[in-house]
DNA sequence: ATCCTTTTGTTGAAATTTCAACAGACTTTT
DNA sequence: AAAAGTCTGTTGAAATTTCAACAAAAGGAT
């Protein structure tokens, strides 16, 4: 478990815990380990929301498939992230989500009922973990709000637009790599990826933007 | 503050919180309540994110308006409900929505710094009302996580049916009256009102429900 | 009961998105 | 280094959505 102190210590779930006592309360909690291979499912839709994941190495997709086959991406999952809380938390029976690994990943897995009735120990560090896990729903919320208010533009330009600002602020820069391909990234706006396509090369053409398969850089002040 | 007892015993950040201890720590989080009337503006759009709202009577919309003047709703707020708790947890400078007034209304409303710093006194009801809060988050994530799937539809008469499902779940019948008038729904559903109500005239033609304003009867079977 | 206002449904034209299919560029594998 | 596979950009046609404008229906006020 050591060996995975320098990640954890980034994970907002484990702000202010000491090492060792994250240590005790990752026993504590039953916290399990799984490796997962590039494009392998690391949980599937309909399967009971007992777990939250925390993401140790690699990245992670949340997807959704409706029964015409229509995957739409919800979010990407870096190191250091957690998924699945949401679902946990509420305790909702079975998660409506499938999460993919992006590449070869490193999974922590935690029992959520465990960090939701204080354990018998009453390790003193759980109070605190409530409270972050708290701060992280907020965060989470706040992500969701943002897709929303993608989502929430009627075109294809306007979602793009939209996104690739969020991007820039999140990165502080208007030079950035996303993480999505581009029928990943139509996945993810839910549009068309020839559509977004033509999109693309037409604000390349307007000097909006320049870009190159993955790298975006915005040539419009966002003032 | 006791005649607000009963709908504040009903509300979700107040649960297993007795009544006097209610009182005792309203007081101590400095609530204060205020009243609206009808479409009148209860928090706008940039101003600091301190405050979380409590519907005590009445319900609220939250809005977003873009610069084109185009209104979306996010969600409608009734009474007992909890509105603007992420951006006040997760400590956002500026609120990015504006929540407007259905009807008369009284909320509530409590510096959410009050919440996440312990106080002086050290409530011993506090620690609950952090669990609460983020019990209350989680059940709001999963909210959102619907919107998303309604919005990630492609069409008009995907993202009507995915929200009147939603909505029969929600109430637990085929049978329901939705808060919002055609142009809200259509504000609510992101896509056009005229193109909206021409998709509810054929699904009344197929036979797949029965409408009159508000109310609706789904008369296909959710299996 | 009548007038005034708001809400809903309709329609046709314009704009946009989706779909399907393909070619070229780029990667990965052998 | 060649072959195989994946990703991106293009294109034209079909389907859908948006927009604007108006009429009918419902609700409120006097």
């Known amino acids: 478990m050591k060996k995975y102190l320098k990640i954890l210590r980034k994970c907002a779930l484990f702000h202010q815990i000491e090492d060792e006592d994250l240590i005790i ?125 993608i989502l929430s533009k009627r075109s294809t330009r306007e979602k793009l637009l939209t996104y690739l600002m969020f991007q820039a602020k999140k990165f502080g820069s208007d030079s950035f790599d996303i993480p999505f391909d581009r029928q990943e990234l139509a996945d993810y706006l839910e549009v068309d990826r020839s559509g977004l396509s033509v999109e693309i090369g037409k604000l390349r053409q307007e000097g909006m933007l320049e870009s190159n398969r993955k790298h975006f850089e915005l040539l419009w002040t966002v003032k």
Not at 37 to 66: H, R, W
Not at 90 to 99: G, M, N, R
Not at 113 to 138: G, P, V
């Open 25 to 149: 309360m990752l026993n504590c909690l039953g916290a399990k380990i799984d490796v997962f291979d590039k494009k392998y499912t690391v949980m599937s839709e309909g399967k009971p929301a007992k777990y939250i994941g925390i993401v140790l190495s690699g990245s992670v997709q949340i997807t959704q498939t409706d029964y015409y086959g229509n995957r739409s991406i919800l979010s990407n999952i870096e190191a250091a992230e957690v998924f699945a809380e949401a679902f946990a938390c509420a305790e909702t029976h079975s998660i409506p989500i499938t999460v993919i690994a992006n590449e070869p990943c490193e999974i922590m897995f935690i029992d959520c009922s465990h960090i939701l009735r204080t354990c018998s120990n009453h390790c003193t560090f759980h109070q605190q973990l409530i409270f972050n896990l708290m701060k992280d729903l907020a965060d989470k919320t706040i992500l969701f709000h943002q897709k929303l208010e």
